[in-house]
Every structure is written in structure tokens, then in C-alpha cells.
């Protein structure tokens, strides 16, 4: 009886640990962004670090940028995510080397996919020498300038690629089960494959690609090598931005960028609060058409 009390709190040791860590790490943000550091001779605390930080054009153009990166990235990662789902459920190869194929994005570290996607999509890198070939571009300066631009459309094309294989691995499971049973009942009965993806299995499964796409905005939002390795100069991205100021030499600046990455914190706590709030409506107008 002991042993079976005790693997399960061994077992979630490693977990509270962790989660212990990110909390004294959160508290500890917290606590320098309103202006306490002893150390340094901050005794007071205020919000006058927030109040400048978004006083200044420059932080809101910075945000502005991220918002961009996260916005769009999680919209096209959901939707390319949810039709490559729909075409392994579909085919079934929800099994086998085609499910490995499209996990293998995910595993890809950040940095690496910065590096492949320079060589793919840089004005000297694979696509515009092949479109130099076919004498679709006369020289690299008339292919698309996608990295280091005001747009970010380099890093957005980068996040598409890890994280629309994220959304449709994450969606898989509930998709394939609902098109198996719902799904096949509705064909059953005189439904058309379409008819019957967009009316059952696509809302059924919207519960499981929602969560995706906040965990990918979120993390679009908040992510810092590709907006470091790819994108412009300037306006940088938020990340970018608050990893700039976290090194300043001058230790009592420090609670500008913890007043930075607090923005941060409380934008993602906003976005998950919203998230819940419609997922909430989301489920209750399922399952009330679904009772229907």
C-alpha cells in the first residue's frame, strides 16, 4: 500500500519541480518589474516602469510587430494544420511513416529551422536560384526579399512549417475518432464526404484545433530565434526588443525589461483568459446543436 503511495508522488517530482522553478522565476519578474531590488537600492514599489515602457512608441511599434508574427502564424498554421489532418484522416494514414513524416517539423530545433529556411527562401538561397533557371528572375534582386523585412513573412513561413504539423498532430486523435464514428454515421445515412466533414467532424474537432492554435500564438508571440535570426533591424520583434534591454550593462535599468517581460506574461495570461471564455461558448453552442 505504501509503494503504491509512493511511486505516483516520485513520479510527479520532477513536475512540481519544475513548475516551482517557473513560478519563483515569474514571482521574481514580477516583483523587479515594479521596481523592488534591494540590492541595487530600489525599495518602492510602482507601475512607473510599465507606464513609461508603454509610453514609448517604439516598445508599441514592437509589440505591434509580435502581435503580427503571432496573428498570423497561428491563423495559417490552424488552417493548413486542420487540412492535413483532414487529409490523413481521410486517406487513414493517421498510423505509420506519413503520421512520422508530418511529426518530424515538430522535432526540429528553432535555430535549425532558421538555418534551412535562409538557404530555401534568402534572395541567393535555393527558390530564387531556381527561379533564376526556369528565367522566371533575371537576377536575385527581383526575387521576393522574404527574410529581414519590415513584414516578417520570413519567420511567419518558418513558424507555418513547425507549427501547422503541430496543430494537425495535436488535432488528430479527436478528428480521426469523430470521423470514424459521427462521421461514417452521416455518410451512412445520404451525406456527401464534404457535407459531412464540414457540418460533423470539422466542428466536433474545432475544440481540440482552438487549443492548438492558442498554444502556437502564444508561443509565436513570445518566441525569440526567429525573429532574432530572420527578422529586420528594425522595428524588432517584442522578445527581441526585451532581450536588448534584459542586457544592458546598467543593473538598475533592469526593471524596464522585467517591466517587458511582464507585458509579456500579462498579454499571454489575457490571451489564454479569452481562449477559455470562447472555448467555454464554443462547447455549450456544440453541445446544445449537438442535443438538437
Not at 489532418?85 to 530545433?109: E, H, K, Q, S, W
Not at 527558390?127 to 534582386?141: N, P
Not at 544592458?248 to 490571451?271: C, Q
Amino acid at each position: 500500500m505504501k509503494r503504491n503511495r509512493i511511486v505516483p508522488l516520485l513520479l510527479i517530482t520532477p513536475f512540481a519541480l519544475i513548475t516551482a522553478l517557473v513560478l519563483a522565476a515569474i514571482i521574481n519578474i514580477i516583483v523587479q518589474s515594479l521596481g523592488y531590488m534591494p540590492v541595487f537600492g530600489l525599495y518602492d514599489f510602482t507601475l512607473k516602469y510599465y507606464i513609461e515602457e508603454l509610453s514609448r512608441p517604439e516598445v508599441l511599434q514592437s509589440l505591434g510587430v509580435s502581435l503580427h508574427v503571432a496573428l498570423f502564424s497561428s491563423v495559417l498554421a490552424a488552417i493548413l494544420g486542420t487540412l492535413i489532418c483532414a487529409a490523413l484522416v481521410r486517406t487513414g494514414r493517421t498510423r505509420g511513416a506519413m503520421l512520422y513524416a508530418v511529426r518530424l517539423p515538430i522535432l526540429v530545433p528553432h535555430t535549425v529551422v532558421a538555418v534551412f529556411t535562409v538557404a530555401l527562401l534568402a534572395q541567393t538561397g535555393l527558390l530564387a536560384r531556381l527561379a533564376f533557371a526556369l528565367g522566371l528572375a533575371g537576377d536575385y534582386t527581383e526575387f521576393p526579399m522574404l527574410l529581414y523585412g519590415k513584414g516578417y513573412w520570413g519567420v511567419i513561413l518558418a513558424y507555418l512549417w513547425k507549427e501547422a504539423p503541430f496543430i494537425a498532430y495535436f488535432s488528430l486523435a479527436l478528428m480521426a475518432n469523430v470521423s470514424e464514428t459521427l462521421g461514417e454515421a452521416a455518410e451512412n445515412l445520404g451525406a456527401s464526404p464534404l457535407k459531412s466533414f464540414f457540418h460533423i467532424t470539422l466542428p466536433l474537432s474545432l475544440p481540440a484545433i482552438a487549443r492548438g492554435f492558442i498554444i502556437v500564438f502564444i508561443f509565436a508571440f513570445g518566441g525569440y530565434e526567429l525573429p532574432m535570426l530572420l527578422g529586420a533591424t528594425m522595428p524588432k520583434a517584442f522578445p527581441v526588443y526585451t532581450y536588448i534591454e534584459f542586457i544592458k550593462p546598467d543593473f538598475k535599468l533592469r526593471p524596464y525589461a522585467m517591466a517587458m517581460n511582464g507585458i509579456t506574461l500579462i498579454l499571454s495570461l489575457l490571451m489564454a483568459l479569452l481562449y477559455a471564455v470562447l472555448m467555454n461558448r464554443l462547447m455549450k453552442r456544440i453541445g446544445g446543436a449537438y442535443e438538437g
